[in-house]
């Protein structure tokens, strides 16, 4: 991370799209503050502040494959706000990856290529996992 544009990166390395954008980060000279959430944990409080800074909802995060959220009930359209952030700290697979903090701003990083609209400067073409080439 430098001080003069500091970016967190909520990572899951098992993630392809976080493991592309943690790459299109680093490939545009930064070194990012990367925060295995799935190790850590989250906190209500934390993911409410995310959730405020991206102006979205629980819900609009919600990691639907791979996870418990159909087993918890939370796709049903009757699942609170609440019940799901709830379930998230329980569950921090719930939460959908990667999200990224910058001076620019936070969002959900999916497509990966979101990214680039995070950062200062950016590479002027990126090769991701599958070959795909993203140009700036």
């Not at 295995?36 to 959730?51: A, K």
Request: aromatic share 4%.
């Amino acid at each position: 991370m430098t001080d003069a544009f500091p970016i967190t990166i909520y990572h899951n390395p098992e993630c392809g799209t976080s493991r592309n954008a943690l790459a299109m980060i680093r490939a545009a000279g930064y070194v990012p503050q990367v925060i295995e959430y799935r190790e850590s944990g989250w906190t209500t409080g934390l993911l409410t502040q995310l959730l405020e800074a991206m102006g979205t909802t629980p819900r609009d995060i919600l990691r639907e494959k791979g996870t418990p959220a159909g087993d918890l009930g939370l796709l049903e359209p009757t699942a609170s706000d609440e019940a799901i952030l709830s379930a998230m700290t329980r569950h921090p697979i719930l939460v959908n990856r990667p999200i990224v903090v910058t001076p620019k701003g936070t969002k959900l990083c999916r497509p990966s290529e979101v990214v680039l609209e995070l950062l200062a400067r950016v590479p002027d073409s990126f090769a991701k996992e599958d070959g795909e080439v993203v140009r700036a």
